[in-house]
């Protein structure tokens, strides 16, 4: 059984530019929430794509945008980054229909100059 | 919104001992699930234990226990037999038994293991 990875695990931009980060869910796992954590801080909830759809969404601006793929990975793009984008950003997958748990990618760190 | 809250910034523990950290959340849904996680530093965040809330029973997983009460909404986690490896930040987190099943998280634990 292969576990949640991501790609990159670093990246520099600079502020106005954008970046696609890239996950890939576990076998069997059809759904895939983004987190984003600043340093010092819990996660927090971008948002989750089911079967290639939006199902849900946190407090995060439009140019926070992301894709789910038919083979269940997925891509988080944010534009014209800001310097309060420097974050780890998680990727987590799960079976949503059974409600199970979430687990966890080893996160993509974006540091934004 | 639901909201998590730990209140101990950093823990320290020495080893073989035991130690609880602390979490209390807030929500007026009665059906959700709670969850701890360790995120140690190669920062993967790595699940210790999870606690549906219809269940009265304490969850444990070996070393690994909680302290559920639903009525005072805390749930605490307790790490016996406490072993060099634990040293990590922990997070609690709270999750929906309906609608869209994502996480939110407290700020976190430091924990330290004194050899």
């Known amino acids: 059984e292969t576990g949640v990875t991501q790609s990159p695990t670093h990246l520099i931009k600079t502020r106005g530019q954008q970046v696609t980060l890239r996950c890939s869910s576990q076998s069997g796992h059809n759904t895939v929430s983004w987190y984003q954590q600043a340093l010092g801080q819990g996660p927090q909830f971008i948002f989750q794509y089911y079967r290639e759809e939006e199902n849900g969404r946190g407090n995060f601006p439009p140019r926070f945008s992301g894709l789910q793929f038919p083979n269940y990975s997925s891509e988080l793009n944010v534009n014209a980054l800001e310097l309060d984008d420097s974050a780890l950003y998680l990727c987590a997958s799960s079976l949503r229909a059974s409600q199970e748990t979430q687990y966890f990618g080893p996160g993509t760190r974006l540091l934004v100059l | 919104a639901q909201t998590v809250t730990q209140s101990q910034p950093e823990m320290s523990v020495q080893e073989a001992e035991t130690v609880t950290l602390s979490c209390t959340y807030d929500t007026s849904e009665s059906d959700y699930y709670l969850f701890w996680y360790k995120q140690p530093p190669s920062r993967q965040m790595i699940l210790v234990i999870r606690?549906?809330?219809?269940?009265?029973q304490n969850a444990t997983e070996n070393r690994f226990s909680v302290n559920f009460q639903k009525a005072a909404k805390s749930f605490s986690l307790k790490i016996s037999d406490s072993q060099l490896g634990d040293a990590a930040m922990y997070f609690c987190?709270?999750?929906?038994?309906?609608?869209?099943?994502?996480?939110?998280f407290g700020t976190g634990t430091r924990l330290t293991v004194i050899p």
């Open positions: 987190a709270y999750r929906s038994g309906t609608g869209a099943n994502n996480l939110f």
């Open positions: 606690q549906e809330a219809y269940k009265q």
